[in-house]
Each structure stands twice: as structure tokens, then as C-alpha cells.
């Protein structure tokens, strides 16, 4: 049973929009199906409803909100720039938060990542990762190298390149027909040893074709939160060395601290040739993204007067927006000066201890954490997978408790602030326990 003022708050619901189209969401004539929440604000870890609840963040709104809602500084950031400039093309002009940040991003990211592109969201530093890496081999006489080799369950965006890098048949089926084909690796998820010896099998066959490999390093997100070792990145970061084949580490939601370092990267030490980086990139206040790309890799687009145009033809209107690089640039900092990263310990620990309690449930199937994701796998009511109602079930329940939570069918999952207060951190967990001990009664 759902408790009353919760109901009634839900059929208080009737001033929603009827034009608004909302995404991932089944829609009907009069607006979305399942009335939505209706949020007027948001403080630290919380979101603040028309009603007044408060509502736990335990998405971190969709994986960006990684130092909480409304950090003070950051705010502030956006504030002072919004007061000297909000946007200018970057295009015959520049300024000053945009050359900085790309410094910074340089200073702080991989060890062979020099330089930068802006781009506005994930699915856009896809596309910039996958232009660059075929443009690079034309200009480096290397023109058959037009293929990317992709990992089952990766999800990198819904544009068409992003998609067709996906193995997101719910999302993407109706567009089969525009996307293209990339050579599908087993994920590492479901056996290491196996998908290493599928990339080994590809590049000996048809390395000499090849581009690029796309990665969702250590945790694959939207495709279940899937995970596996720092261990395997080193070995494929060697294999594909050896052929010649770049590899594009997507960190769009892994970067960040979320996987308890800066980088999913930094666990294996070692250094992708391209990597993206968006969500908590603005700490969630605005869109925004960066594709970083080697030295080696650059060069090939380095304008030599000899006629030939090397240029990156490529560019989105609001890329390295003035506003969304001074609240980046605020975020580096933030991360320093707070020692974001120092402080996630207790934290991870009682993700842990929550996961290993909730694994002894009998409708929990699986557990798995990787640094500030913790994922519980619940036996499904149909079969695993992005269409399965459990989670849904389990999310509603949680929702009349004051915790937001959106599952990826029967995963459960938390993506909290990295800054969550641990009392804040214990309840939604002690909760989501709670209706998964009734589920389990039920
Ligand atoms: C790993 C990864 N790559 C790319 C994307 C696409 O980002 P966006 O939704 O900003 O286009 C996502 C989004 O969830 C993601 O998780």
C-alpha cells in the first residue's frame, strides 16, 4: 500500500502539460502515462516536489549531478559569467574560460591526451571520436581503416553514429535501417578471457580494416550496469597497439570520480588515444562535452601548405559555450579544493555492505559495485533486461518513501552525488532494503 498524501500528491498531477513529449517515456493523448513527479527545486542530494517533499536523488538527475544539486560554487561560476557573456561562436573568435578549460582538461585527464574538442552532450563526443578516428587514418594513408569494433550491451548515445556504436535493441530497433554495422565483441561482463580472445580473433582477420574499438571502460551503464576488470583494459589496450586500431575510451559516465578515481582509465594506468567526457563534466548544470584526442592523433590534422585540407570539418553552434566552461572549470577545482576524491571511502564502503545484505534476499539475483555505482540485479518477473516491470515496481514503492531511483528494467541502481552525506546515503539504502524485504514477502 502506498501511503494516502502520496496518492493524492500523484492525482494533484492534472495542471501537466499535454504537449510535452518526454523521452524513454510511454505517452498518451492527454500527456505521459504514469504521472510524473513535479520537482520546483533541488538542494545537495535532494529533490524538493510542488507539494513540498523531499525526494533523495539516488540518479544524481540521470548520472550528471555528481557534487549535488546547487553546489554554491558552482553556481556562483555560472552566475559571474552569465554576467559577462553567455555564448559566442567559437569560430575566428575565442575566450578566455574555453582556452582554460582545455588546459585543465589537459592537465588533469590521461597522460596522452593533449587536446581538446567541445561538443554540447555524449552522443555529440561520440560523433566527434568517430570522425576523428576515420579522418585520421585517411590522412595518415591508412583509408581502409573504416571499421569500429563495439562491445555487446554498450550503450553510447542516440544519435545515428552513437546508436549504431550501441547494443540497445529496446532504444534503438526503429532505426536499424539508418544506423551501420560494427564488428560486435562479446562484453567483458560476461567473461573476460572470451571477449579477449573475440578481439584478438577480429584483429588478426581484418585488423588492417579496422579504426577504432569503443569502450565503456570498467562499468557499461545503460546496458545493465555491467562490469569487469581494470585488468582487461590494460590487455586490450595492448592488443589493439599492435594492429594499429585507436582505442576511444567513453567516460562520459565513468569520468568523474565515479569509479572511485578520476578516470576508469587511471585504474588500469594506461592511456586511450581518444576519450569523451560529458555528464559530470558541469557537475550537471549544463550540457556540455569534450572529446580528447593524442598528440600522434592530432598531428595527422596539422596543416602543412601543401595543398591537402586536413582540417576537422566537423562543429555543433554551441560548442565550448562560455557559461558551461566556467562551471567546468569551477567543477576541477571543486573536485581539488574539496578533496572529492579522498572523502568517497566510507562512502564505497557502505554501498559494499548494502549490496552484500541485499544479495542474501531471494529476489536479489545478482549484486555488483564498481566505486559510487552499486547495482542489485532482481530476479525478473518476465526476463532480464531493459522491458522487465520489477524494477519499476520496486522504483514506485521507493518513490512514496522519498527516493528517486530509475531502474534499467529488473537493475536497480545508485548513482549518488559523490558528496552524498553518508546519513543521506544510509536512508535511501536502509529504504530500498526495506521494500525489497516486502517485495520479497509479498
Ligand atoms: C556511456 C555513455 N555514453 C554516451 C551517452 C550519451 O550521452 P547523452 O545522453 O548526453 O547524449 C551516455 C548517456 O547516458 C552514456 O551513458
Known amino acids: 500500500m502506498l501511503p494516502l498524501d502520496f496518492l493524492a500528491s500523484l492525482l494533484d498531477r492534472s495542471c501537466m502539460s499535454k504537449t510535452l513529449w518526454y523521452p524513454y517515456s510511454a505517452m498518451t493523448t492527454h500527456g505521459l502515462k504514469s504521472p510524473p ?39 556562483q561560476a555560472l552566475k559571474s559569467q552569465a554576467d559577462q557573456m553567455c555564448h559566442v561562436a567559437l569560430a575566428g573568435i575565442t575566450h578566455e574560460p574555453a582556452e582554460q578549460l582545455a588546459d585543465a582538461l589537459v592537465e588533469i585527464t590521461p597522460a596522452n591526451l593533449d587536446r581538446v574538442f567541445f561538443s554540447d552532450n555524449g552522443s555529440t563526443a561520440i560523433e566527434v571520436a568517430a570522425r576523428i ?29 552513437s546508436a549504431s556504436f550501441s547494443d540497445m535493441p529496446e532504444f534503438h530497433q526503429h532505426m536499424q535501417s539508418i544506423c551501420f554495422e560494427s564488428i560486435r565483441i562479446p562484453s567483458p561482463a560476461d567473461g573476460e578471457e572470451a571477449s579477449l580472445h573475440a578481439v584478438r580473433q577480429s584483429l588478426e582477420e581484418r585488423g588492417q580494416s579496422i579504426a577504432a ?15 569487469y576488470s581494470a585488468d582487461y583494459l590494460k590487455q586490450l589496450v595492448n592488443l589493439l597497439k599492435s594492429h594499429d586500431v ?65 582540417t576537422l570539418r566537423y562543429g555543433h553552434t554551441f560548442c565550448a559555450n562560455p557559461l558551461g566552461a566556467a562551471v567546468a572549470l569551477e567543477v576541477i577545482d571543486v573536485f581539488r579544493d574539496e578533496k572529492v576524491l579522498a572523502q568517497l571511502e566510507p562512502r564505497m564502503l557502505l554501498l559494499e555492505q548494502a549490496m552484500q545484505r541485499m ?40 518513490l512514496s518513501l522519498g527516493v528517486y531511483l530509475r531502474p534499467l528494467g529488473n537493475v536497480l541502481y545508485f548513482v549518488p552525488a559523490l558528496n552524498m552525506p553518508l546519513v543521506v546515503l544510509q536512508e535511501m539504502l536502509e529504504k530500498t532494503e526495506l521494500v525489497l524485504n516486502k517485495q520479497r514477502i509479498n
Not at 38 to 65: F, M, N, P, T
Not at 384 to 395: F, H, I, R, T
Open 37 to 75: 513527479l513535479e520537482i520546483v527545486s533541488a538542494e545537495g542530494s535532494h529533490l524538493i516536489a510542488k507539494d513540498g517533499r523531499r525526494y533523495i536523488d539516488g540518479i544524481g538527475s540521470w548520472w550528471v549531478s555528481s557534487l549535488g544539486h546547487q553546489h554554491p560554487r558552482l553556481i
Open 133 to 161: 578516428a576515420l579522418q585520421y587514418f585517411v590522412q595518415t594513408g591508412q583509408a581502409n581503416k573504416k571499421q569500429f569494433m563495439t562491445l555487446s550491451h554498450a550503450f553510447h548515445g542516440d544519435t545515428v553514429a
Open 213 to 227: 574499438m569503443i569502450i565503456e571502460p570498467l562499468i557499461q551503464g545503460a546496458g545493465g550496469m555491467q562490469m
Open 246 to 310: 585507436l582505442l576511444i575510451s567513453d567516460e562520459i559516465f565513468v569520468g568523474y570520480g565515479r569509479t572511485g578515481k578520476m578516470w576508469a582509465m587511471d585504474h588500469a594506468e594506461v592511456s586511450p588515444d581518444i576519450m569523451c567526457v560529458s555528464k559530470g563534466f558541469t557537475g550537471g548544470l549544463l550540457p556540455m562535452a569534450a572529446t580528447l584526442s593524442s598528440e600522434v592523433v592530432f598531428q595527422a590534422f596539422v596543416d602543412r601548405d601543401d595543398g591537402y585540407d586536413r
Open 359 to 398: 544479495l542474501m534476499l531471494s529476489n536479489v539475483k545478482k549484486v555488483r559495485r564498481c566505486g559510487m555505482v552499486a547495482a542489485i540485479e532482481l530476479e525478473p518477473e518476465k526476463q532480464s533486461g531493459y522491458l522487465d516491470q520489477v524494477g519499476w515496481k520496486v522504483a514506485h514503492e521507493l
